[in-house]
């Protein structure tokens, strides 16, 4: 990679590299798999993924790609035998980035001057510039999210296509180990001036602790997008939510 390319020109070639390299993977995906992911979510009809908007399909997509539950395989290890780009270049930064990538909870703070969103994970507070450039889109300085963290360079972290606004309801239920949720779902959108709620869940080192190991465990992911999805924050479910139609 030229050391002359600014960070921006470098995270506008990585990104389009992403983009076509989850959509072949996602083509990759068993239906046993993609079914159990959305099963997981509440987002299955028995035949078919039924997901209300593109965010919901994504977080199908994000587990059956990168992090599936059960015993499946991930589909981004399938697309790697089938196509393996060639050594150094920056198709193969990209993949190995994206079959690294982790998942955590981040609280966004606004753009960042040079370009991306200045970040910062929580609860911990590691600040980072996010190379996404819509994160901040309609999320007020502090807002939580969750999302998967791609670096084809130590420089450049990039979201891996699933991002979910949560909030400190979310943060309580999974400090409580609250299970998945077979109720009816209303959408809802994130609690505002939160910050001070977030803080307080967190303030004993045990909370503290409690939320690193979740994120240690297999799974989490799924168990966020599902809090989620249970507290409407991603929007209507089919057969959930009174009047939601399924999205063409």
Same mark, same amino acid.
């Given at each position: 990679?030229?050391?002359?390319?600014?960070?921006?020109?470098?995270?506008?070639?990585?990104?389009?590299?992403?983009?076509? $390299?989850?959509?072949?993977?996602?083509?990759?995906?068993?239906?046993?798999?993609?079914?159990?992911?959305?099963?997981?979510?509440?987002?299955?009809?028995?035949?078919?993924?039924?997901?209300?908007?593109? $965010?919901?399909?994504?977080?199908?997509?994000?587990?059956?790609?990168?992090?599936?539950?059960?015993?499946?395989?991930?589909?981004?290890?399938?697309?790697?035998?089938?196509?393996?780009?060639?050594?150094?270049?920056?198709?193969?930064?990209?993949?190995?980035?994206?079959?690294?990538?982790?998942?955590?909870?981040?609280?966004?703070?606004?753009?960042?001057?040079?370009?991306?969103?200045?970040?910062?994970?929580?609860?911990?507070?590691?600040?980072?510039?996010?190379?996404?450039?819509?994160?901040?889109?309609?999320?007020?300085?502090?807002?939580?999210?969750?999302?998967?963290?791609?670096?084809?360079?130590?420089?450049?972290?990039?979201?891996?296509?699933?991002?979910?606004?949560?909030?400190?309801?979310?943060?309580?239920?999974?400090?409580?180990?609250?299970?998945?949720?077979?109720?009816?779902?209303?959408?809802?959108?994130?609690?505002?001036?939160?910050?001070?709620?977030?803080?307080?869940?967190?303030?004993?080192?045990?909370?503290?602790?409690?939320?690193?190991?979740?994120?240690?465990?297999?799974?989490?992911?799924?168990?966020?997008?599902?809090?989620?999805?249970?507290?409407?924050? $991603?929007?209507?479910?089919?057969?959930?939510?009174?009047?939601?139609?399924?999205?063409?």
């Amino acid at each position: 990679m030229s050391e002359e390319l600014t960070a921006a020109a470098r995270y506008g070639r990585y990104a389009a590299i992403r983009r076509r $390299m989850l959509t072949e993977a996602s083509r990759r995906i068993p239906l046993a798999s993609l079914a159990q992911q959305a099963r997981a979510l509440s987002l299955w009809d028995g035949k078919q993924v039924t997901p209300a908007d593109e $965010m919901q399909l994504a977080a199908v997509f994000d587990l059956g790609v990168l992090d599936p539950l059960g015993e499946h395989g991930r589909a981004i290890d399938r697309q790697a035998r089938a196509e393996a780009p060639p050594p150094g270049s920056e198709e193969h930064r990209m993949l190995q980035a994206l079959a690294e990538a982790s998942f955590g909870l981040w609280r966004i703070h606004g753009p960042h001057p040079e370009g991306g969103v200045r970040a910062e994970s929580f609860p911990d507070g590691e600040e980072l510039v996010i190379w996404d450039r819509f994160l901040d889109r309609g999320r007020a300085p502090g807002a939580l999210v969750g999302a998967r963290i791609a670096r084809p360079e130590e420089d450049l972290p990039m979201t891996c296509g699933a991002v979910v606004s949560l909030d400190s309801r979310a943060v309580e239920r999974l400090l409580l180990g609250t299970p998945p949720q077979r109720g009816p779902v209303f959408p809802s959108l994130p609690l505002t001036d939160d910050g001070p709620s977030l803080e307080q869940l967190v303030a004993e080192p045990a909370a503290r602790l409690r939320l690193a190991a979740l994120a240690r465990t297999p799974g989490f992911a799924a168990t966020v997008y599902r809090t989620a999805i249970d507290l409407g924050l $991603m929007g209507p479910v089919i057969g959930r939510s009174p009047g939601a139609a399924q999205s063409p």
